[in-house]
């Protein structure tokens, strides 16, 4: 198991900095504004309609670090000068264990966030902290799962390196439709 960490993600000329932190209870209200799009709830298996959801939810974030399986981080806006802004979305390393060769991200963005480069870049940091935190254990592959249809989450697997390997059947309930499998390796990986 690692303990929680902040991971920051540098600004570029037309992105801001961006905060990746674990989850807190003090984000329910703005994680249950961001699941009442319907283009989020359409993409994901989030199903957070009310406080009581969102303190689940996030209670199950972080027992994924407590159990040392799942890493989740809320991504927001850095403002050096200020506290952190306004949520941004969500990424995760799923599925981990000492001595299992792969594991999953996955990750979704608020409605104000999609379209600014968000989600690669966050996906990105998550990438290369799985390998360099659990590669000595013998994580070699990450895998990326999404929906058929879902040409977003297509960019930003082709944006971060991440190779379609497959199309995949559907598996309900978790995974109700097709979707797509995206791979990468760590000898393939390209660090930011």
């Known amino acids: 198991m690692t303990a929680p960490v902040?991971?920051?993600?540098?600004?570029t000329t037309t992105t801001p900095a961006l905060l990746l932190?674990?989850?807190?209870?003090?984000?329910?209200?703005?994680?249950?504004?961001a699941c009442r799009d319907p283009v989020l709830r359409s993409w994901t298996s989030v199903r957070v309609r009310d406080e009581a959801d969102g303190l689940r939810w996030i209670e199950?974030?972080?027992?994924?670090?407590?159990?040392?399986?799942?890493?989740a981080f809320a991504i927001q806006e850095a403002n050096p000068r200020c506290a952190p802004g306004q949520l941004m979305g969500h990424v995760v390393l799923k599925a981990v264990a000492h001595g299992k060769p792969s594991a999953e991200v996955g990750y979704w963005t608020a409605a104000p966030a999609r379209g600014r480069g968000v989600a690669p870049r966050a996906l990105q940091a998550v990438t290369d902290w799985a390998f360099r935190a659990f590669g000595t254990h013998g994580l070699h592959r990450l895998e990326l799962l999404h929906r058929l249809g879902n040409q977003a989450s297509c960019r930003v697997a082709e944006k971060t390196?991440?190779?379609?390997d497959r199309i995949l059947p559907a598996a309900p309930p978790t995974f109700p439709l097709d979707g797509h499998l995206h791979v990468l390796r760590r000898e393939e990986q390209r660090t930011t």
């Open 6 to 11: 902040p991971l920051h993600v540098d600004a």
């Open 21 to 33: 932190r674990p989850w807190r209870s003090t984000d329910v209200p703005a994680l249950v504004e």
């Open 60 to 71: 199950a974030q972080r027992q994924g670090w407590t159990t040392g399986d799942r890493f």
């Open 161 to 164: 390196h991440f190779a379609f």
